[in-house]
């Protein structure tokens, strides 16, 4: 079928049409032919492309990287709710089966110091010290990726599978759940303790001994507004 | 006379037993259809996930300087034709390229001053990190037929692929590359060096 249709693309239409007639013609033999499906044929069409970029002009030096696994869980249980004269009902309904997902999923969190504002404000020089007071450190989450191959599931025989739209919901309020804990992490800790490790031999190289650089941050810092959320 | 008077009055008394019968047809069927409709049943789902812990594989310290964020949706989609429909499967992917440069490729020898000039020897601009896709964020926006783990797949590096050609351009690496001179320059401006030379190991 899908030859006929890459030979003579002009008449895929009509010949559609025909073949659906003769199908319906045909039907009772054909519901008993299994190996139609196999005809099926997988095409990527790459003329539907939306391309939305955002360029962005930043300075920011990312010191610590988490990897972050989690398995994402959701059990469906169906509820049968409502009012019935004058009374509110809210049930289980464990006759009709359950759905259970568990859907594997990385994230990678990254902490990055912003020197786009840093100024002379950010720097103080007493004969050959020099103390670098860093901005706060922020924390991003980079890039998120879904095991697809180990999810598993179990759908009840009287229950639909699983749509790609509940999948997504479910995966994003998985990653929500990951941004949430960040605070937890540690991560601010280790910026600033990287941010150190990679600007000291930098500024080494500049003419300053070791033991005359100084790495300073601010010490109120509030872990919830170090995170950055993407703009939905 | 008075056999019509019964008359009469026996018709009256039937006119008043219909009133009174359509009466309470009326206001009892207005009581039933209220509580009929004020009546409702519903199957519900709840659509939220479990409170699940979370593991940290790994940490590690980096250096990693981004000087261009390129934020990038990509809408990629695939057909499957069956005999009678088509299945369909649209996703539109979210990722954010991140061109920068590795600190940890920087040389010893990176930073040199020769009299009042501060001679700088940068490592090439690159893609800092190629796990940009955020799939978590992944919005289904059709999805037609039943679909596996290998299509999802699919979709993800053919998203990737798009990106990769989108963002990564020579145009790009220009625009990273002339941010990180004005950046790079000012900071070192700031802690004392006026004459900054900067230079890019390609």
């Given at each position: 079928m899908a030859?006929f249709?890459?030979l003579?693309?002009?008449?895929a ?11 319906v ?5 054909l ?6 499906d196999?005809q099926?044929?997988l095409?990527?069409?790459d003329?539907q ?5 955002q360029i962005?002009?930043c ?11 989690k398995?994402i869980?959701?059990d469906d249980?169906?509820?049968?709710q409502g ?6 009902y ?13 859907i594997?999923?990385d994230?990678?969190v990254?902490a990055?110091?912003?020197f786009s504002?840093?100024?002379e404000e950010n720097v103080?020089?007493?004969?050959d ?5 860093l901005?706060?450190p922020k ?10 191959a ?12 699983f749509t790609?739209?509940?999948l997504s ?8 759940a990951?941004?949430a804990?960040i605070?937890?992490?540690g991560?601010i800790e280790?910026?600033?303790q990287n941010a ?8 080494k ?8 650089i ?5 010490q ?5 507004t ?7 | 006379m ?5 008359k009469y ?6 006119l008043l037993l219909v009133g009174?019968?359509?009466c309470g047809?009326?206001?009892?069927g207005?009581y ?13 789902t ?5 409170v699940?812990?979370?593991q940290v594989r ?5 250096g990693?300087w981004e000087?261009?964020?390129?934020t ?5 989609d695939?057909?499957r034709q069956?005999?009678?429909?088509d ?13 920068g440069i590795d ?21 090439a601009?690159q ?8 799939e ?5 926006f059709i999805s037609?037929?039943?679909w ?10 053919r998203?990737?692929?798009k990106?990769l050609?989108?963002c ?19 900071m ?8 900054v ?6």
């Amino acid at each position: 079928m899908a030859f006929f249709y890459y030979l003579c693309p002009k008449f895929a239409n009509k010949m559609r049409f025909y073949l659906f007639l003769l199908t319906v013609l045909l039907l009772p033999v054909l519901s008993a032919c299994s190996s139609c499906d196999k005809q099926q044929t997988l095409v990527d069409s790459d003329y539907q492309t939306l391309l939305i970029t955002q360029i962005q002009d930043c300075s920011r030096l990312y010191t610590a990287e988490y990897q972050i696994h989690k398995i994402i869980t959701h059990d469906d249980v169906l509820r049968l709710q409502g009012q019935l004269t004058g009374e509110n009902y809210d049930f289980e309904l464990p006759m009709l089966g359950d759905r259970k997902i568990a859907i594997p999923m990385d994230a990678t969190v990254k902490a990055y110091i912003d020197f786009s504002g840093f100024s002379e404000e950010n720097v103080e020089r007493e004969d050959d010290k020099i103390t670098i007071i860093l901005p706060d450190p922020k924390v991003t989450l980079t890039s998120s990726k879904i095991d697809h191959a180990n999810i598993k599931k179990y759908v009840a025989l009287l229950r639909s599978d699983f749509t790609d739209e509940e999948l997504s919901s479910y995966e994003r309020q998985g990653r929500e759940a990951i941004i949430a804990t960040i605070p937890e992490l540690g991560i601010i800790e280790s910026a600033r303790q990287n941010a150190a490790r990679v600007l000291v031999p930098m500024i080494k190289q500049l003419g300053y001994s070791e033991r005359n650089i100084t790495i300073a941050f601010r010490q109120d810092l509030d872990p919830q507004t170090v995170i950055e959320r993407n703009k939905e | 006379m008075k056999q019509k008077e019964k008359k009469y009055l026996a018709i009256g008394c039937g006119l008043l037993l219909v009133g009174c019968l359509l009466c309470g047809f009326i206001f009892g069927g207005r009581y039933i259809y209220n509580k009929v409709t004020s009546n409702s049943l519903s199957l519900t789902t709840d659509n939220r996930i479990d409170v699940t812990p979370q593991q940290v594989r790994a940490m590690r310290a980096i250096g990693q300087w981004e000087f261009l964020a390129l934020t990038d949706e990509e809408m990629v989609d695939t057909i499957r034709q069956g005999f009678f429909f088509d299945d369909q499967l649209v996703r539109i992917y979210y990722g954010t390229l991140r061109l920068g440069i590795d600190m940890q490729q920087l040389s010893d020898s990176a930073f040199t001053s020769r009299g009042d000039t501060l001679d700088v020897t940068l490592p090439a601009i690159q893609l800092l990190d190629y796990n940009f896709i955020d799939e978590a964020r992944t919005r289904s926006f059709i999805s037609k037929g039943n679909w596996d783990a290998s299509d999802r797949e699919a979709l993800y590096r053919r998203a990737k692929a798009k990106m990769l050609r989108q963002c990564l351009t020579p145009r790009n690496i220009r625009r990273a590359r002339q941010n990180a001179e004005e950046q790079v320059t000012d900071m070192l401006r700031v802690m004392g060096f006026e004459k900054v030379n900067l230079k890019w190991k390609d």
